[in-house]
């Protein structure tokens, strides 16, 4: 009797055990939560029945209910060409380029081989439909980016990528990658594709250098001369313009005096007409009045007289002899 009391209690003691395990279990996993950044979407025996966003929420326990946590406010982002390693213990980041090189090894539309590097930057706005909507959706993305990558920089010269193109393949590979993704309907939202290193292959670097500085000495020197012509030709057209208005000015004066001339001549002419005797005597005596102070010194000889008797001086302005 004693043993079977025994083995009841110990019996009792496992079961309670037991109970107070599951009960345990279920009550942890009778409760989740949700963080800032992330939505959940939650599946009922396989069968979507709902999102939810931040905070803690209730859930059926012992695996009816399953939830999956999407980062949907958060930036995402996939590098091509290289690796950004985190340090570690809180040590700085480093940028790997060792084992990428098939990556960043593209060929250019005039058949020139570059190295491009690029970070595709999205985030994820649809979370049931990234999780459900197509297998492996970042496989997806790298691989419909790496594609796209390659034929935008297939279809340019080397020269343009290598320097002037790079935001516009920027943005031209931003847009082809959206519209790609739309089409899976993928529920992924590119915010940026940034180019990171253009670069020749390392064999020909140093000639490309030489090249490229060329080619910015030959813009330096087109932008001067450019500014000069900008600098000159405003110059030009000012001068020009300022001749003509003085010689419209010289013109117009010119006939305004012509015009005073002829207008004071017909006056005389009408006085002579009516008193020719005269009008020629004041005219004679008006014309000797403005020339004899301009002349100097004039000396006056009486015929059959070898010595002056008498002068006219410049300064004497009443034509008086002396």
Do not use: C
């Not at 140093?206 to 030709?233: D, G, L």
Request: glycine share 6%; no cysteine.
């Amino acid at each position: 009797m004693k043993d079977e009391s025994t083995n009841r209690n110990v019996l009792a003691i496992n079961i309670l055990v037991v109970v107070l395990i599951v009960g345990g279990i279920a009550i942890q996993s009778l409760f989740y939560s949700v963080q800032p950044e992330e939505q959940a979407v939650i599946t009922r025996l396989g069968t979507v029945i709902g999102q939810t966003g931040p905070g803690l929420h209730f859930k059926v326990p012992f695996g009816i209910d399953r939830v999956q946590k999407v980062p949907t406010e958060r930036v995402l982002k996939q590098e091509f060409g290289f690796r950004t390693e985190v340090g570690k213990e809180g040590g700085p980041s480093t940028y790997v380029t060792e084992g990428y090189e098939e990556e960043r090894q593209m060929l250019t539309g005039d058949l020139n081989m570059i190295e491009v590097s690029w970070v595709v930057q999205y985030n994820i706005q649809g979370p049931v439909k990234y999780l459900y909507q197509i297998e492996d959706p970042e496989r997806v993305l790298r691989e419909v980016s790496e594609s796209v990558m390659r034929r935008i920089v297939g279809n340019r010269m080397s020269s343009e990528v290598l320097t002037t193109a790079r935001v516009d393949i920027s943005d031209e590979a931003q847009a082809e990658i959206q519209q790609a993704m739309d089409r899976y309907d993928a529920g992924i939202r590119i915010k940026r594709v940034e180019l990171q290193d253009v670069l020749p292959p390392e064999r020909v670097r140093p000639a490309f250098n030489e090249v490229n500085e060329a080619r910015q000495e030959r813009e330096r020197m087109s932008n001067e001369a450019m500014k000069q012509k900008n600098q000159s030709i405003p110059r030009a057209r000012g001068e020009a313009k300022r001749i003509v208005a003085e010689a419209e000015a010289y013109a117009v004066e010119r006939i305004n005096r012509a015009k005073g001339e002829v207008a004071r001549f017909d006056a005389i002419l009408k006085e002579y007409r009516l008193a020719p005797e005269v009008t020629r005597k004041r005219l004679y005596l008006e014309a000797i009045q403005e020339v004899a102070p301009k002349a100097g010194k004039i000396i006056v000889v009486q015929e059959g007289y070898a010595k002056p008797q008498s002068f006219y001086h410049m300064n004497d302005q009443s034509g008086g002899t002396q």
